[in-house]
């Protein structure tokens, strides 16, 4: 039943703004948290950021710090993540994840968006 939905990648230029947007059926998220991950071309799957339930608490990589900002749109069941000032290091596949409680934990994972920084 829980299905997440990644949107917003594309092409930018360095220094440039994208905004990805995770859409969330089945699952709460005023109950659980959620993230954003990426994966670069010959690399691991990393963190992005992390923000609790009630949006009151989040955590970021510390190469996205200060210029990346997670967020939660309660009535569009979104998690949001506003990028700004990219860097080439940011070209990704961008993952967002909810992590579900039931009662052991299940993650769940969107099929991902590109970001790709280029000049």
């Known amino acids: 039943q829980v299905q997440l939905v990644e949107s917003g990648g594309g092409l930018v230029q360095p220094g440039g703004s994208l905004t990805l947007s995770c859409t969330a059926s089945g699952v709460s998220l005023s109950r659980y948290p959620g993230s954003w991950y990426r994966q670069a071309p010959g690399k691991g799957r990393e963190l992005v950021a992390i923000?609790?339930?009630?949006?009151?608490?989040?955590v970021y990589a510390d190469s996205v710090m200060g210029r990346f900002t997670i967020s939660i749109d309660y009535a569009k069941h979104a998690v949001n993540l506003q990028m700004t000032t990219l860097k080439f290091e940011a070209t990704a596949v961008y993952f967002c994840?909810?992590?579900?409680?039931?009662?052991?934990?299940?993650?769940?994972w969107g099929q991902g968006t590109q970001v790709t920084v280029s000049s």
């Open positions: 923000v609790g339930s009630t949006a009151d608490s989040t």
């Open positions: 994840n909810v992590k579900v409680f039931t009662p052991k934990w299940d993650d769940y």
